[in-house]
């Protein structure tokens, strides 16, 4: 066999280049075989990373999961993932699947097993037959949402992210979960997601609230959304866009709100804004993200308005890099030598961006009226 864990293989593929795929899994673990189901992003290509979603309760989130990321990766909210749904529904497996016990609050034999499944079968065959990132997140609801949780008590816990839609809790989960997340030396994501409905798990989950809220850790990015028109069923469709917005926001291009409250306000080289936001993303999702043009005109703005021209060397090193065909980068390290006093080496470089594709704001009449005016103002 190919891998360890036996695959009874049996696609429905929609399309040669089909994003969704659905499988009968063979487990070892579990004895038998179960179905689940893939999302991958259209473009799918191998030599890059893409973070991996698990999704619980699959016949009902699995759809809302892909709707969004699609969404929201469309848009920049977030990087493309690929999506594993586990279908529960059949004879309420569910239950079976993420069973605790009533006493201890801890797995059963079979919650052991399912456990076991999808840490040591169904994601490691997914990392040896796919390009995934280290990034990792899971998504449940109810006691599935619970499920999740016992992921944190590994000695590094397994996902990244953990969005956890109206959670039954296990005995003992609402203090266990904030004393795992003080301890836990991980950069973690932990979102709540709540109807506003009064239940006999409420209070736990309240009380679960508070004592994240007073956990102050900086590798603790903790979320807890209540939706007032939600009830205990519809809510399993609120809240996963804004859940996708808190997790991802790093991944986002700069807003006009971020432009003015930190790069403006911070006593950092503007330049060094950027290069920290895209080396935290490559740290934080383990991949490589190519620097928007959002993000590129911002901090060149930025570099205007506190006339911190220093910023723009590096700045066209970079857009030289990363768009090679267009004027940005010569455009900008002419406006460099051009505020350093060295008007000769801007006119020549002015001059090479001229012959560049013209790219957003900067055309090549704008590059020729620079040319102009030097020639005007020192005699070339």
Do not use: W
């Amino acid at each position: 066999m190919k891998q360890i864990f036996a695959i009874f293989a049996l696609f429905l593929c929609f399309g040669a280049n089909s994003q969704v795929k659905q499988e009968i899994f063979e487990s070892f673990k579990l004895q038998e075989r179960r179905d689940v189901q893939y999302y991958f992003p259209e473009d799918y290509d191998a030599k890059k990373k893409y973070p991996l979603i698990v999704v619980l309760d699959a016949e009902y989130l699995f759809d809302q999961v892909v709707a969004n990321s699609k969404f929201y990766s469309n848009f920049h909210g977030m990087p493309q993932s690929i999506i594993v749904g586990i279908n529960q529904s059949e004879n309420s497996i569910r239950f079976d699947d993420c069973s605790f016990d009533e006493e201890n609050g801890l797995p059963t034999e079979r919650g052991k097993k399912f456990f076991e499944f999808i840490g040591m079968e169904l994601i490691p065959y997914l990392e040896t037959s796919y390009s995934i990132a280290p990034f990792k997140m899971i998504v449940g609801y109810d006691i599935t949402a619970n499920f999740g949780n016992f992921y944190l008590f590994k000695e590094k816990s397994l996902f990244n992210a953990y969005i956890t839609i109206s959670p039954t809790l296990a005995p003992e989960m609402e203090s266990r979960i904030p004393t795992r997340l003080s301890a836990i030396n991980q950069q973690i994501f932990y979102q709540i997601i709540v109807e506003d409905e009064k239940s006999k798990n409420t209070s736990k989950i309240l009380a679960l609230d508070k004592a994240l809220k007073a956990i102050d850790k900086e590798s603790l990015h903790y979320y807890f959304d209540s939706y007032k028109t939600a009830d205990h069923i519809s809510i399993a469709s609120y809240g996963l866009g804004k859940a996708f917005d808190n997790i991802f926001g790093m991944f986002k291009p700069i807003s006009p709100k971020e432009y003015k409250t930190q790069i403006l306000t911070s006593e950092e080289p503007v330049f060094d804004y950027l290069e920290n936001k895209y080396k935290g993303i490559e740290d934080l999702f383990g991949l490589k993200k190519s620097v928007n043009l959002n993000d590129i005109m911002a901090i060149y703005a930025a570099s205007r308005k506190k006339e911190e021209f220093e910023s723009l060397k590096p700045l066209s090193d970079l857009c030289k890099k990363e768009f090679p065909s267009t004027m940005l980068g010569f455009y900008f390290e002419a406006e460099y030598y051009e505020q350093m006093g060295e008007p000769k080496k801007a006119l020549r470089t002015f001059e090479k961006a001229f012959g560049m594709e013209e790219i957003d704001f900067l055309t090549k009449e704008m590059a020729l009226e620079k040319i102009d005016a030097l020639k005007a103002d020192f005699g070339y």
